[in-house]
């Protein structure tokens, strides 16, 4: 079979928009009626988005994508022979979806410098709608795709979310206290924010 080894990611975010939660809906939902945290509660609201995608590993603002990977050939076992597990290709979701523009493939020669453009259903194809996964042909084994992804509108449980993270981190701020009784805990987020953002998480290659 073939085993995928993701050497490389940059998420580049794409501010052609606010964040999804405005300043606004962040104030009205903490009941927040002075302007003297605003530019906290600015930068808090981008970080709170940001702990929501890690934790789901997806793009919740526009970003570009670019995925280097590295596929290598798995013998099933010690005794087979490599033309008995020959795959002519090699399937994975592309991480951090909902995709908006399908990837840009290349694939880079062993010599580090000849570089070949891959052809859509042809070297490489992509099923699905908005979480795409996409076969490459296992011809190319250093490979680098470039995509965008991003909700171009977020579900209402993924924004309130958000909204419940903040809160939390807001409170709890500065209360040491507090953050090792109730804890981000290891899934980086607090349990009011992670039971809406549940439904929404996809498979954690990276």
Avoid at 79 to 86: E, G, L, T
Wanted: charged share 20%; proline share 4%; with cysteine.
């Amino acid at each position: 079979m073939i085993q995928c080894t993701f050497t490389d990611v940059d998420k580049q975010e794409v501010y052609l928009s606010t964040e999804p939660v405005s300043l606004a809906e962040a104030k009205a939902h903490l009941r927040v009626d002075f302007s003297d945290d605003d530019s906290l509660l600015s930068a808090m609201i981008t970080s709170c988005r940001q702990a929501i995608e890690d934790y789901c590993h997806i793009s919740l603002v526009t970003k570009t994508i670019t995925l280097t990977l590295k596929a290598q050939e798995q013998l099933r076992s010690m005794f087979a022979q490599p033309y008995q597990v020959r795959e002519q290709f090699n399937e994975f979701e592309l991480p951090y979806g909902p995709i908006q523009v399908d990837p840009i493939v290349t694939s880079i020669n062993s010599d580090g410098f000849t570089v070949t453009a891959l052809t859509l259903n042809t070297d490489f194809f992509l099923t699905g709608v908005r979480f795409k996964s996409i076969k490459i042909s296992n011809n190319f084994d250093n490979n680098m795709l470039v995509y965008t992804a991003g909700y171009t509108a977020i579900p209402g449980p993924l924004k309130l979310a958000i909204l419940n993270e903040l809160a939390y981190r807001y409170e709890a701020r500065g209360d040491a206290q507090n953050i090792r009784a109730t804890a981000f805990t290891e899934q980086g987020v607090c349990v009011s924010a992670r039971i809406l953002a549940d439904p929404y998480k996809r498979l954690a290659w990276i």
